[in-house]
């Protein structure tokens, strides 16, 4: 299995479907479980760069990198953004993710507290990206542009 795939596009909701389509056929010959986690991977990661992102003058779109060989899958998504809250709190999910011995009991712990308080809403895409997707993240945070990375093995 190869695949590469590289689209910009500005930070509309209909990109997520064509990411989704573009993603899927992109990886037509993967096994079903790894493309579905990809798929998912993907929109989770499009869909917090057009929530949460803007445009910067480092970043006037959002950029989306796939890249599969035989033994790893990596999906790249860079946007801009200046609220460095936001950010922060991000980065925050993000690192609990990538240390995390048991990434199933983060995501039901995120559950939970949607469950337990009616008012709170979201943030739990990161966590399913670790837990239902399997994969690893790393963000990085430089000149206002946010450079999110997901990665796995592609026989895990």
Not at 103 to 116: D, H, I, N, V
Not at 148 to 155: G, H, S
Request: hydrophobic share 40%.
């Amino acid at each position: 299995m190869q695949a590469h795939l590289q689209l910009s596009f500005a930070p509309m909701w209909p990109n997520v479907r064509e990411i989704r389509e573009r993603v899927g056929s992109a990886l037509q010959d993967c096994p079903s479980q790894l493309r579905s986690a990809a798929i998912m991977t993907s929109s989770e990661l499009v869909e917090n760069a057009i929530k949460y992102g803007e445009s910067v003058p480092a970043a006037e779109t959002v950029t989306f990198v796939l890249e599969a060989t035989l033994d790893r899958l990596c999906i790249r998504v860079v946007n801009g953004s200046t609220n460095t809250v936001g950010v922060a709190e991000l980065q925050r999910r993000v690192q609990e993710v990538h240390g995390a011995g048991d990434k199933q009991a983060l995501y039901f712990a995120r559950l939970e507290e949607l469950l337990a308080d009616a008012d709170e809403t979201g943030r739990l895409g990161i966590y399913r990206v670790g837990f239902e997707g399997g994969f690893d993240l790393q963000l990085d945070y430089t000149n206002n542009v946010v450079t999110i990375t997901a990665t796995r093995k592609a026989n895990a």
